[in-house]
């Protein structure tokens, strides 16, 4: 049985499925109720949907939030982007948070992507990993196809 959940968002992926976004953050938040009440739900601070979710878990809930100045709830993320510079071919960041300031390097593009590596620096904070193993960790990234994936082909730039 799982001991940390993560719920990144409730958006309109599954609606044909499910009817509303409620109906999908109802069925997302079972992960969160099925955890053992000793587990712990990382959850995004930036989706009200996900941050309401913490109501539903007696164990420990932590946030993670791309903009902690305009967070869906009243409490400070536990780790949220101060800054993010984008390259030609990562994403810098800057973040902060209860354990610290530090920086790291994301080998992909978008904000979906660093949110993503918000919720999993979280995971492995959370484990016991330092910054710095975090840092390391997320620098070693892969690129999945399709997925604004930079491709070059006589000198054009495709962003797949």
């Not at 940390?4 to 999908?24: R, S, W």
């Not at 913490?54 to 967070?71: C, I, K, N, T």
């Not at 330092?130 to 082909?153: C, D, I, N, Q, S």
């Amino acid at each position: 049985q799982p001991t940390i959940g993560v719920i990144t968002n409730v958006g309109v992926t599954h609606l044909e499925l499910l009817g509303t976004q409620k109906a999908i953050a109802e069925t997302k938040a079972e992960l969160i109720q099925s955890l053992p009440s000793m587990g712990t739900a990382v959850l995004n601070g930036d989706d009200l949907f996900v941050a309401n979710m913490a109501a539903l878990f007696p164990g420990e809930s932590f946030y993670y939030s791309l903009d902690a100045q305009h967070v869906a709830t009243e409490i400070l993320p536990d780790l949220y982007a101060v800054e993010v510079k984008t390259g030609e071919d990562e994403e810098k960041v800057r973040v902060n948070g209860k354990w610290g300031e530090f920086c790291f390097a994301l080998p992909l593009l978008g904000r979906h992507n660093i949110a993503n590596a918000l919720a999993a620096s979280l995971v492995g904070l959370v484990l016991g990993a330092t910054p710095k193993e975090v840092a390391r960790g997320l620098k070693k990234v892969k690129m999945v196809e399709k997925r604004l994936r930079r491709l070059e082909f006589d000198g054009l730039t495709i962003l797949d």
